[in-house]
């Protein structure tokens, strides 16, 4: 009951919420602290969990499966591996800093915004412990709800506007996704006389290629999206920029890690063959959003749009990574998923601080800063560094472990996607430098305060976490590492018996059907040989 818990402790404390009503101020801040005292309750429990993985397993743990639906093979089927077992923690601890960011900005309808992150908080949990792919589909559409609402009530001017575009391409993607899962779930009642949307049965499916073009497209195209992946990215800065801070906290740390985590879980292990087949042209898109979102942020003169089209430079590193699918590449990538939501999250927390105090978020508008909020520049400057993936801090593992793995693979794309580390250090370090230093031309920035105990509550963990997933990579990397190794071999497997083997001279090892692990050039020589 453990994994139930943790999406029925904010599910049922949103309902609690809800039923303290509303009105006076001491309300509001008893609406706030209960929202708050839950979140913290679900970190807890993450925890817990975390306490009692077994790091040297590959297999899913703590697993429930209770039938649901038995005559469509609708089962309520959940459980934890290495990957899922950091998103799920990313997700209960980026939760509750969202909440106490909030505290003073959100003055209206407090009830209301409560009940909606924890709600969020419960969907996107479901998402990432769903082994039911019906139960993953309805935790995918819960998640747009509180979302929608958290953009179009609580953010900016264009709220509604954003707000409307982020469901309208999200909901485009998921109607794909749904007619692919009802598709391939009655695929396998043909093959095996039983109809299943069990993730582990679809494992299993021998499905033919031609079928899995299909629905691998379907899959990849609601995932992509969600990333997003170039040229289906135009949704996200409008998101970003019109959400409120806690919105982007939780769009930019946990929601867009969702469609990397949809490629890994279920695009390339259920669809091997088309995913090998389609790998370098999603690759492609992978390094041309790198590219181009850097490009593009380096020109922005709002600070939080320029973070935004950071993110889609950023993730671009996350899905080449998948698209290697090597055991380095595939661990960094999952480890950047991490990385970027922590500090990418931290930039959002501090944009957000600055534009509670000045109402505005134009680069412009500030300049040496430094001289009246030394503590707050401290902190941002950590977290700019992290994100521009200085070595010893936390952005440095994701990425380093992604051009491992991808240069073994395609060396040509991996010394093109490079150039957006470099570039992102020129528009982080040029938008920072602008902001904190130089003359204080603007009067309206004398005054402004450093940060507050509540706001040192909120930003010292994030700086804490890039500080120590950075120095000490192992703690997170060695029990994600059977997952990665199971999901690597469960794709690459695919074509190893055959003479085609001499294509897998980009994988780094194969397993064998008798179980053995060889590295690829030992198969090659063998393959070879045979055919001498």
Aim: hydrophobic share 55%.
């Amino acid at each position: 009951m453990a994994l139930t818990l943790l999406v029925l402790l904010p599910l049922v404390g949103g309902l609690l919420v809800l039923l303290l009503g509303k009105g006076s101020e001491g309300r509001d801040r008893l609406v706030k602290q209960t929202a708050l005292a839950i979140s913290l309750a679900t970190f807890a429990a993450s925890i817990w969990l975390w306490m009692g993985f077994d790091p040297a397993s590959a297999d899913f743990q703590f697993v429930e499966r209770y039938t649901w639906l038995p005559d469509f093979g609708i089962s309520y089927h959940v459980g934890l591996d290495g990957i899922t077992l950091w998103l799920v923690l990313l997700t209960t601890f980026l939760t509750p800093i969202s909440l106490l960011c909030s505290w003073e900005s959100v003055n209206q309808r407090v009830r209301e915004f409560s009940f909606f992150m924890l709600l969020l908080e419960a969907a996107m949990i479901g998402v990432f412990i769903s082994l039911d792919l019906f139960l993953f589909y309805v935790f995918w559409d819960a998640m747009l709800i509180p979302m929608y609402f958290l953009i179009g009530i609580w953010g900016y001017e264009q709220r509604i506007y954003a707000a409307v575009k982020f469901m309208l391409y999200t909901m485009a993607g998921s109607v794909l996704m749904l007619l692919a899962i009802i598709w391939v779930a009655y695929y396998h009642q043909q093959v095996t006389g039983v109809i299943s949307f069990d993730l582990l049965d679809l494992y299993a499916l021998d499905i033919p290629a031609g079928l899995q073009t299909w629905l691998f497209l379907a899959f990849t195209l609601a995932f992509i999206i969600k990333v997003p992946v170039f040229p289906f990215h135009t949704w996200l800065p409008d998101a970003h920029v019109q959400a409120p801070t806690a919105g982007s906290v939780i769009l930019a740390g946990v929601m867009l890690k969702m469609g990397t985590y949809g490629l890994l879980r279920f695009s390339f292990p259920m669809f091997p063959e088309a995913a090998l087949q389609f790998a370098p042209y999603l690759a492609v898109l992978a390094v041309i959003g790198i590219v181009y979102g850097a490009l593009v942020a380096m020109v922005q003169p709002d600070m939080k749009k320029l973070v935004a089209y950071s993110s889609v430079s950023h993730l671009g590193f996350v899905v080449l990574g998948i698209c290697a699918m090597n055991v380095n590449g595939v661990q960094g990538a999952v480890f950047q998923m991490l990385a970027h939501g922590v500090s990418t999250g931290g930039l959002f927390l501090v944009v957000g601080m600055l534009s509670d105090r000045r109402h505005t978020k134009l680069i412009s508008e500030y300049g040496g800063i430094k001289a009246v909020m030394p503590k707050l520049v401290g902190m941002f400057m950590l977290i700019t560094l992290a994100s521009i993936a200085l070595p010893g801090m936390n952005g440095f593992v994701g990425e380093f472990l992604i051009f491992v793995g991808s240069f073994a693979w395609n060396p040509w794309m991996t010394s093109v996607a490079v150039s957006g580390v470099i570039l992102s250090a020129v528009y982080m370090l040029w938008m920072f430098q602008r902001v904190n230093f130089g003359p204080m031309t603007n009067p309206k920035n004398k005054g402004l305060r450093d940060l507050s105990p509540r706001e040192w509550a909120v930003i010292a963990p994030i700086v804490a976490m890039c500080i120590w997933m950075g120095v000490t990579p192992g703690v997170f990397l060695k029990p994600m590492e059977p997952a990665v190794r199971r999901v690597v071999e469960q794709v690459r497997g695919v074509l190893v018996p055959v003479n085609a083997a001499l294509t897998l001279k980009t994988t780094s090892e194969v397993v064998l059907p008798d179980g053995a692990t060889k590295t690829t050039s030992e198969v090659v020589s063998a393959a070879e040989g045979g055919a001498r």
